[in-house]
């Protein structure tokens, strides 16, 4: 096969290897997960870690250089992830599916060179979301024409996940006033870009999900790519989007009972009534740990159902392939975010008094579920396989599901 991009400096990984390495990451981040929440030390080397071991460059196409491996080990990534720190597992999200945006919609010019931006280790960050317009899919954010090729970018961007840490930042606009929306590709460190670290969510404390202030910034005709042609026919693009968060909440999960089972067995005393020597035996103890497990593992299971549906589709999308992808996804969503509060929330049921000490930092878990699974509410995911499983009404084709 013809390689469209000269080869980058990350490696190559192959489907089995990409999730080993984000097992690896994932225990590592782990260490120091709570220190880094407690003193919202950003995680600038984990990135560069995240970035040298070829994660990033999972969904390069083969063409350009790259893997080429699908949604449904994407989704695991992130879960493992997430499982070792969600704040981490979350910055990538967006550079995923910009990544893909590049697949879809991009010229072959701009596929090549910024493909291979990717494949030597570098990060597309998030410009999208805009606060304080009428509702999350109103974007004020717009392209001017400025001469010949030449477009003018001014907009405030919020929860610009990933910009601080970028090399590149996609920047959701209006091509022209009121026109389609268009991807304009900025450089990180150009004249007019400020990238403001003032993020101070509750949880996920360290993603630095921030503002990007766009004043002025000269955008040349070749960095700008359509959007809004995504939406016209059938698509994957907003469930693969979606996916990626159920991960990351399914992760959160995982983490938040792994944790709660470790105190447990090490740090919990008994109640006297329950007449056992460790709090890990006491049978209500051990009912929690067997109910939270069967939330998370079915909340594991419904993810890997759902990168499989977003895979299927992408082999052969048309309007019900790509509908049975959303709603796999739908409910991939919904129960990673009611596992990831719920068992976050019932950690200290299990746990006891002592798990509730400041010092111990186990409240991040609830945090960050309970931060991260606003992102998109959870009862529309519900609605809508609701209506599928009423009248076989498939989602909305837009880019929350």
């Not at 016209?232 to 907003?238: A, L, N, S, V, Y």
């Amino acid at each position: 096969m013809t390689t469209l991009v000269t080869p980058g400096t990350v490696p190559v990984l192959d489907a089995e290897r990409a999730v080993e390495e984000a097992a690896r990451l994932g225990a590592a981040l782990a260490v120091d997960a709570a220190e880094r929440d407690a003193h919202r030390l950003l995680p600038a080397e984990e990135l560069d870690v995240l970035s040298r071991s070829g994660l990033l460059a999972i969904t390069v196409p083969q063409e350009y250089g790259g893997a080429g491996l699908g949604a449904g080990t994407v989704a695991q990534v992130l879960r493992l992830l997430a499982a070792g720190d969600p704040s981490v597992a979350q910055i990538p999200q967006s550079h995923f599916v910009y990544v893909g945006v590049l697949r879809h919609q991009g010229t072959s010019a701009q596929q090549a060179f910024f493909l291979g931006e990717v494949l030597a280790g570098r990060r597309l960050g998030n410009a999208q979301s805009e606060i304080g317009t009428k509702h999350v899919r109103d974007f004020r954010t717009t392209l001017r024409p400025a001469g010949e090729d030449r477009w003018v970018l001014d907009g405030v961007k919020g929860y610009s996940t990933g910009a601080l840490f970028a090399d590149w930042i996609p920047v959701l606009a209006h091509l022209g006033e009121d026109g389609p929306m268009h991807v304009a590709w900025v450089d990180r460190h150009a004249d007019g870009v400020s990238v403001l670290d003032d993020w101070d969510g509750l949880g996920q404390r360290t993603t630095a999900s921030g503002t990007v202030r766009l004043e002025g910034v000269s955008v040349h005709a070749s960095r700008i790519t359509p959007y809004h042609l995504t939406f016209e026919g059938p698509q994957t693009f907003g469930a693969f989007a979606q996916l990626l968060h159920a991960a990351i909440d399914t992760g959160i999960a995982r983490a938040a009972l792994s944790e709660a089972a470790h105190f447990v067995t090490t740090r919990s005393r008994p109640y006297p009534d329950a007449g056992v020597d460790r709090a890990a035996d006491d049978p209500l103890v051990v009912q929690a740990f067997g109910e939270m497990e069967l939330e998370v593992r079915a909340a594991e299971a419904l993810l890997a159902e759902a990168g499989l549906a977003v895979e299927d589709a992408d082999r052969d999308l048309g309007p019900e392939s790509a509908g049975e992808a959303s709603l796999a996804v739908a409910a991939a969503r919904a129960a990673g975010a009611r596992a990831a509060v719920g068992v976050s929330s019932r950690l200290f049921e299990v746990a006891g008094t002592r798990s509730a000490l400041a010092s111990l930092n186990l409240d991040r878990h609830w945090r960050n579920a309970r931060t991260h699974t606003l992102h998109d509410p959870a009862a529309w995911k519900v609605q809508h396989l609701g209506r599928y499983a009423v009248d076989g009404t498939l989602p909305p084709n837009h880019g929350q599901f």
